[in-house]
């Protein structure tokens, strides 16, 4: 249903950006098919920027995709002990 509700937002004319969080994780749990994650990015209308996030990408996704980016933490306050802060973290 969520993937429905997300080929329905992409295909909208509503928006020109659409973000899928943690859908890369739902392709991971096999919650959902890799082929139709693939269709919906190969068949966005070309305005629409679609930005999926995740861990673990499979590497089909990564081909289909303009940009992948790999955050990794080097040095965070919260290694310290400083809690999430407004405006920054949250």
Do not use: C, Q, W
């Amino acid at each position: 249903a969520a993937l429905a509700a997300a080929r329905e937002a992409v295909n909208s004319g509503r928006y020109d950006l659409v973000v899928l969080d943690e859908i890369i994780m739902a392709l991971d749990f096999k919650l959902i098919e890799m082929d139709d994650v693939l269709s919906l990015i190969k068949n966005r209308p070309s305005h629409v920027e679609l930005i999926l996030t995740g861990r673990r990408a499979d590497a089909r996704l990564i081909t289909a995709a303009d940009l992948v980016t790999d955050m990794v933490n080097v040095k965070h306050p919260f290694d310290k002990g400083v809690k999430a802060r407004r405006g920054i973290e949250y």
